[in-house]
C-alpha cells in the first residue's frame, strides 16, 4: 500500500513539474515577445 502511496506521489510531482515548465516557457516567449515590441516601438 505504501508503495502505490509512493509512487503516486511520484507521478503527481513529475506531472506537476512539466506543466509548469511548460508555463514558463510560455511566459518565457511572451517575454520575448514584448520586448521585441517595445525595441521596434523605441526605433521608431
Not at 14 to 30: A, L, T, V, Y
Amino acid at each position: 500500500m505504501e508503495l502505490i502511496i509512493g509512487a503516486a506521489v511520484v507521478i503527481i510531482v513529475f506531472c506537476s513539474s512539466s506543466i509548469i515548465e511548460r508555463r514558463i516557457k510560455k511566459i518565457e516567449k511572451q517575454n520575448e515577445r514584448i520586448i521585441e515590441v517595445l525595441e521596434e516601438i523605441r526605433k521608431k
